[in-house]
């Protein structure tokens, strides 16, 4: 049996995406235990989860079932940034994952962490995730800096790409949108953002991916919008259709950008933290050159402005390339487990 934790923001279909594609990966491998801790129903609904997996509240329920089922327990850290900048708060839990880790391995299990990020270098942190690096069978990280952290780390590229829940053909829809996503919790001068939606030449709408965003769509006041819809399950689509009628998809959050490229655009970054997350993801995938440092970024309005084929030929080639990456790494996971 594989255990692994799928709780996450339940307001964020990034975090969704990401941890169901994890549940397509281990379910043809073995029974899953997914810990959902209080997820509400539509984030339950929103996974998909296939039929051999069983949703429980805790790593005790996981372990239980394990007994139950009379089975070996190997355990999978689920994707996603995880900061390592935070104060002796996180201390126990770090080291209690470090603990379990060995625990799983002693019993004859595998440990396995897939597509983590990482944010910050606290030294407690880093030193108790260094030993879980170790400890592992399998480090995949999504983020190449942490390889030079962590040594045994390899890179592949956000698992949100392998997912086939986007379509790339927008049938008889012309791209004739710059579709916008931007994060509540940053700033977005109003002038410049709609410098770049005015150099674009295109009718712009607001995506709201992540529900407390709806925020920032009434303060810009793009126009047409793309609203929180009530549910995971019914935003998705909604979403999916925004990004395949889209020629650009501008954003501060990386799975707007990875979602636009899944559906066909042209994904523009646009850095508001100081933390660089966007240029750590997308410069290995080739597509460095469209991360832009800041709303004020000179190269902006020219990019979008500017020939439209050789970018979506080189987008095109980053995501086929990315996928290609992932089916590997995909490989690598299963005969892991399987070992």
Known sequence: MIIISVQAQYDNLGDVIIRAEMLQWLAPIAHVAAIVGEAPDDYLEALQAPPN?????SLGDALRLARELGERASLVFSPGEQHLDLGVREWPRAAANLALAHAIKLRGGRVLKIGRGYRGEQTVLKQLEAGLVRASHLTLVRDQAATHMFPRAQWIPDVAL????????????PRGLVSV???????????LVQRTVDAAGLDPRFVVQ??????????LDLGSSTTWSGSLVTQLPL????????????SDRLHSLLFGLLCGAIPIGIETG????????????????QVMRGWSDDRLPALIAGPYEP???????????????LLEARRRVVHVLES
Request: cysteine-free; charged content about 30%.
């Open 274 to 289: 100081n933390f660089g997350k966007l240029e750590r993801q997308l410069y290995p995938l080739g597509l460095g050159g």
């Open 239 to 250: 979403v999916a259709d925004a990004y395949t009628r889209s020629r650009y998809v501008v």
């Open 210 to 219: 992540v529900r407390r965003d709806d925020a920032v769509a009434d303060s």
């Open 181 to 191: 996503s931007l994060r509540v919790d940053r700033a977005h001068p109003r002038e």
């Open 311 to 325: 970018m979506q030929a080189i987008s095109t080639g980053a995501l086929e390339q990315a996928r290609l990456r």
């Open 53 to 57: 997996v069983t949703f429980v509240r």
């Open 162 to 173: 392998a997912s086939d829940r986007f379509g790339r053909d927008n049938g008889d829809h």
